[in-house]
């Protein structure tokens, strides 16, 4: 005879699924240009509350105007200080309760087509310390509230590259940090195991921002040669990243490569 009796057990799945689903907070952090942006808005359209980081008050605003209001909180910040990385998610905690989703984007190319020898340190310190130290703070914290927050868990995206496979002519300081990240996310990834934490990657090429706009007229090659490069719509990089966030914590994209179908970079070189 079919045991038909009610046990709650049985219900704990759907439970914790309905949890997850109402509670949506993420920061984004970058989030005044580019793929922070297009990201930020996404999700803020999708009907999640995002905190956006990034080093210019006003350009957070004009994000948080393309989306319905009262869902985000605009919060100055440099991620490569451990101090404004705090007061970020202390911020963000205070508003919403939590954070669920932690999109790891602030980044910058430095100065570009200086060769190794050339590179000032200041300059390769400040790639560093944005790409590679700001990605560390950021995540550091993040995990921090993640591990103790009810539910527990939460997801990391970073925000990787093409380069963090395939260098580009003269990009020593981008093409380092951004293979550190792929290094940090996997570090990551297993540590938060224990506590759901799930950590991936976005490896993003040439979508189309103001930080590429120069692909299009014309990019270095590893053969000398100065060549446009196809770029592809942003928006496209912001839906990938939410279907990466929206996943249940039970499953988690590792790694993802969001690319221009015919930029140069499968046989790159």
Request: proline content about 5%; some cysteine.
């Amino acid at each position: 005879m079919a045991d038909n009796r009610f046990h709650i057990a049985d219900l704990l799945p759907t439970l914790r699924s309905m949890t997850e689903t109402q509670a949506k907070i993420a920061v984004v952090t970058g989030a005044g240009s580019g793929i922070g942006r297009a990201v930020a808005v996404e999700l803020l359209r999708s009907g999640w509350s995002v905190a956006l980081a990034g080093r210019r008050i006003e350009t957070l605003e004009q994000t948080a105007a393309l989306a319905p209001e009262g869902a985000s909180l605009a919060v100055r910040t440099d991620v490569s200080r451990p101090e404004d990385v705090e007061a970020l998610f202390a911020a963000a905690t205070e508003r919403f309760g939590r954070v669920d989703l932690l999109f790891n984007n602030a980044g910058t190319f430095g100065p570009g087509g200086v060769p190794v020898e050339a590179l000032p340190y200041d300059a390769w310190r400040h790639v560093v310390d944005t790409n590679l130290n700001g990605a560390f703070l950021c995540a550091q914290a993040a995990y921090r509230r993640m591990k103790e927050q009810d539910p527990q868990g939460g997801r990391i995206i970073n925000n990787g590259s093409v380069s963090a496979h395939t260098p580009r002519p003269h990009s020593v300081a981008y093409t380092a940090t951004k293979h550190a990240l792929t290094g940090l996310t996997k570090s990551l990834s297993l540590d938060g195991r224990p506590y759901r934490i799930a950590v991936g990657q976005i490896d993003i090429g040439n979508a189309a921002t103001d930080m590429t706009a120069r692909m299009e007229t014309g990019a270095l090659q590893a053969n000398g040669e100065v060549t446009p490069e196809p770029v592809m719509d942003v928006a496209d990089v912001a839906r990938t990243v939410r279907h990466m966030a929206e996943l249940p914590l039970e499953a988690n994209v590792q790694f993802a490569t969001v690319l221009a179908t015919t930029m140069p970079f499968i046989g790159r070189g």
